[in-house]
């Protein structure tokens, strides 16, 4: 009689598991923010988790956007630009004479805050020394200051500021009162 061989593999290789989408590595400061929101569930602080539950919200739907937040300083960008909404919102309240919704959005803002003074930043004086410096730097070459080629220089690879803990709004304020002094 005719007795089929045993399929037997030539090579020996385990199947493997492949992921098809690889994730972007979070931000130092996120690993807190997850660790508190666990903390926050435990104590039933009902305005801490919303906060924080919205920033981990904001950071994974960033992932699918042309810039997603990687670093602690765009985690920082998102922090101050939530803060600047709760205290729009609660500047309206106050108006509105709503004080209950005025003190929900008062103490999302001390929690964001709190969160954003846990970023390392340059100082201000660094930057605007460094800023004052390249100003110069054009000013010698011959070209007339703009604040767009200063940031562009600065933020370049190889630049002074490329790498360093510095927000780019900070830098382009300064930048532009710089230019406009001069």
Partial sequence: MFRPLRFTPRFNLRPL???STASPASPPLMGKIRND???AMRAKDKDRLNVLRALISETNNSVKSPSP???DLQLLSLIRKRAANAKEASKQFAEAERPDLQENEDKQVAILEEYASQVE????DDVKQIVSQEISKQQ???NKANVGL???SLFAPGG???GKPAEKSEVA?????LVASV
């Fill in 37 to 39: 929101l666990k903390v």
């Fill in 173 to 177: 304020k300064i930048a532009k009162e």
């Fill in 150 to 152: 200063v940031l562009k």
């Fill in 160 to 162: 002074a500021l490329d």
């Fill in 140 to 142: 010698e070459g011959g």
């Fill in 121 to 124: 930043t340059m100082s201000l």
């Fill in 17 to 19: 598991r492949w992921n």
């Fill in 69 to 71: 937040i990687q670093t």
